[in-house]
């Protein structure tokens, strides 16, 4: 598992020697924001995926304090934040909405595509305030537990399979 990452996260190096990056360098240079453990691998998972429903572009943003903050896997929180994209957003949105709708109990008279189109983003912004503002950090706590837990298990898993592969070489 570690193998694979390596593979596609950028060396310490780079990032220190990096123009644009070293004004922060004091931050950037913690060794526990680039160690592929399993405790930071899945704690930048979780911080990504609790950042990637931040509207606009302060995903990225957000993702870097927290996981500075946290001490967590950098590139992995910042890779974690890509789950929405124009495809995925709206979806997550109306995920989160209907969520935060049943949990405050509210809901719309009209429905919920009608409003967009009519209203213009003021009116639904306005209309779907409450429960999306409920539903978001709901869902985003949801998908960071759940990413958290799933890299844990999928870890361990992989971990095992590789110690008992190794002890078949070795008896055979």
């Not at 990504?48 to 929180?77: D, E, H, K, S, Y």
Request: aromatic share 12%; proline share 7%.
């Amino acid at each position: 598992m570690r193998n694979l990452l390596r593979k596609f996260l950028p060396h310490h190096d780079t990032v220190k020697n990096n123009r644009w990056l070293k004004p922060f360098g004091n931050w950037l240079q913690k060794p526990d924001l680039w160690h592929l453990h399993r405790r930071q691998v899945a704690g930048g998972v979780a911080v990504g995926l609790f950042c990637g429903l931040i509207p606009g572009p302060l995903q990225m943003l957000a993702a870097t304090l927290m996981a500075v903050l946290l001490r967590v896997n950098l590139p992995v929180a910042l890779f974690s934040t890509l789950y929405t994209n124009p495809f995925t957003i709206v979806p997550l949105y109306l995920l989160a909405y209907r969520l935060g709708a049943w949990v405050s109990g509210t809901e719309l008279p009209v429905p919920l595509l009608a409003l967009v189109y009519a209203a213009g983003w003021r009116g639904w912004l306005a209309q779907l305030g409450k429960p999306l503002l409920i539903g978001l950090p709901l869902l985003a706590i949801f998908f960071s537990v759940t990413g958290y837990v799933f890299v844990r298990i999928a870890w361990r898993v992989a971990v095992i399979l590789k110690w008992r592969s190794r002890k078949r070489r070795r008896e055979g």
